[in-house]
């Protein structure tokens, strides 16, 4: 697949999981990609991966949840006059808890990178994307789904996401012809997301009948940028093996 070759795809969370394996298949297919996470050591061994296979990346590191961070990412792509083509919001984190033990400052956190990043990425590459009539694919989680209400702890998180989808469809709305954006709901992915990788506990949840690799998630996601995908935007996709139908 050579679909995406000068195009450049900027992917948070690239230092790890999803995020990894999304900068990995767009690699390639022949974009440049922007591999932007807060681990710098993780991150240049990613770009350097990709490029030792031929391929296209830097690491640019960004706190996505500080908005002076992700300012200072735009000026220093800017520099180097990279303006992107596509953007993935993939950072998030992960936190649980019953809401009688909820600390806010866990809950603040999950919003900030949960929403607030996507939303501080989104308005400072906007202008570009629409220059460029570029797309978004957003990360979200069928914990953001407003058919999925399962698990007892699952408030920061769920609530989060379910306001990634909110903004995501009103970008969708509002830039729309120029940028397509559109959302992915992964099930459970088998990534460093959860601490307990022990996944039988899972079992008889997902009706296909396994845990997702990040790659099954990559390629939706990519798909979702290319030009097979150029009269979506606005959607919600599940990805989840049937997991938000039970
Ligand atoms: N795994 C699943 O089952 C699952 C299911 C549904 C949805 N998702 C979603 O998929 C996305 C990726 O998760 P994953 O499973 O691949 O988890 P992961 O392996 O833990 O990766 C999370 C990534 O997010 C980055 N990140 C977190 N906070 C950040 C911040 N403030 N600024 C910049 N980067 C930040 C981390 O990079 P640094 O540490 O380098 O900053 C890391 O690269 C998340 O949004 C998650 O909610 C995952």
């Not at 991966?49 to 200072?72: H, L, Q, T, Y």
């Not at 990412?73 to 998030?92: M, P, T, Y």
Request: aromatic residues 8%; charged residues 25%; negative net charge.
């Amino acid at each position: 697949m050579s679909g995406f070759s000068g195009k450049n795809v900027l992917v948070t969370g690239a230092t790890s999981g999803i995020g990894r394996e999304t900068a990995v298949c767009f690699a390639e297919a022949g974009a440049k990609v922007i591999i932007v996470g807060r681990n710098r050591e993780r991150g240049e061994k990613i770009a350097e991966r990709i490029r030792s296979n031929g391929g296209n990346a830097v690491f640019e590191s960004c706190d996505i949840s500080i908005p002076e961070d992700v300012v200072r990412l735009k000026n220093s792509l800017e520099n180097e006059s990279i303006k992107i083509d596509v953007l993935v919001n993939n950072a998030g984190i992960f936190i649980t808890q019953s809401l009688e033990d909820i600390d806010y400052s866990d809950w603040t956190a999950s919003f900030r990178a949960n929403v607030d990043g996507a939303m501080l990425m989104t308005k400072e590459f906007i202008i570009d994307l629409k220059e460029r009539k570029g797309c978004i694919i957003n990360n979200a989680s069928v914990s953001g789904l407003d058919i999925f209400t399962s698990g007892t702890k699952n408030y920061m998180y769920g609530a989060s996401k379910s306001a990634l989808i909110k903004f995501s469809k009103l970008c969708a709305l509002n830039y729309a012809p120029d940028v397509r954006v559109n959302v992915v709901c992964p099930g459970i992915v088998d990534t460093e997301i959860f601490e307990n990788r022990d996944f039988s506990r899972f079992d008889g949840v997902i009706p296909m009948g396994y845990i997702s690799k990040p790659e099954q998630i990559a390629k939706v996601i990519r798909f979702l940028a290319s030009e097979d995908a150029n009269y979506i935007t606005g959607a919600v996709i599940p990805v989840d093996g049937g997991m938000s139908l039970k």
